[in-house]
């Protein structure tokens, strides 16, 4: 079954950037669209980056997506990182040989 | 602004029928453009997807627990349900629903993109 591994956690200071990896098990990641997810504490999932690399209105654009053929990976980059971006992050996507929706464990972003 | 909000029992026994409903607000839960979802977070852990349907009736489910799980539709009442049978403590979480973008391929139905939630209610399973 296909999967999308994540960095358990990653760190980093206000004002800098971060990337969080998103790999997929087998095939091709860019079969389908990849989106991310932002949760904090006690919250629901909200969408940050859809479709691969486009973000939903309200989303500032120091939040961006790629993926990575080559690596089979999708990646979510913030720059410029505030405080309010410390959450946990969970890429997402669709396995077409199964039909099933595949989400990443999760990466937890510390601010400090 | 399209709204969902999930309901039903916050606890129930082990062996026993997880109930829930989301009721779908400010849109149409009949849109050919969109499935309707339902996520599952244990407490500490990750997203895991449950399953999905069309409002039409055509559903797909996680392998994982398909043998338990029943989703349905109720489109006069702009609501869908889950029904996850022989619950055990593992399968106490919080269950969201969601609205799902989705897009053709190979003449099947690529589920996409999962917004908005609901904002999830806790089902705890416990004697």
């Known amino acids: 079954n296909f999967m999308l591994t994540q960095p358990h956690s990653v760190s980093e200071s206000p004002g800098k950037t971060v990337t969080i990896s998103c790999t997929g098990s087998s095939g091709s990641i860019a079969s389908n669209y990849v989106q991310w997810y932002q949760q904090r504490p006690g919250s629901a999932p909200t969408t940050v980056i859809y479709?691969?690399?486009?973000?939903p209105s309200g989303v500032p654009d120091r939040f961006s997506g790629s993926i990575d053929s080559s690596s089979n990976s999708a990646s979510l980059t913030i720059s410029g990182l505030k405080t309010e971006d410390e959450a946990d992050y969970y890429c997402?996507?669709?396995?077409?040989?199964?039909?099933?929706?595949?989400f990443g464990g999760g990466t937890k972003l510390t601010v400090l | 602004q399209l709204q969902l909000q999930e309901s039903g029992p916050g606890l129930l026994k082990p062996s026993g029928t997880l109930s829930l409903t989301c009721t779908v607000s400010g849109g149409s839960i009949s849109s050919s453009n969109y499935y309707w979802g339902w996520i599952r977070q244990p407490p500490g852990k990750g997203l895991e997807w449950i399953g999905n349907i069309y409002y039409s009736g055509s559903t797909y489910y996680n392998p994982s627990l398909k043998s338990r799980v029943t989703i349905s539709v109720d489109t006069s009442k702009t609501q869908f349900s889950l029904k996850l049978s022989s619950v055990t403590a593992a399968d106490t979480a919080v269950y969201y629903c969601?609205?799902?973008?989705?897009?053709?391929?190979?003449?099947?139905?690529?589920?996409?993109?999962?917004?908005?939630w609901g904002q999830g209610t806790l089902v705890t399973v416990s004697s």
């Open positions: 479709e691969d690399n486009q973000r």
């Open positions: 969601a609205r799902v973008s989705y897009y053709d391929s190979t003449g099947y139905p690529a589920l996409n993109w999962f917004d908005p």
């Open positions: 997402q996507s669709y396995d077409s040989s199964n039909h099933d929706v595949v």
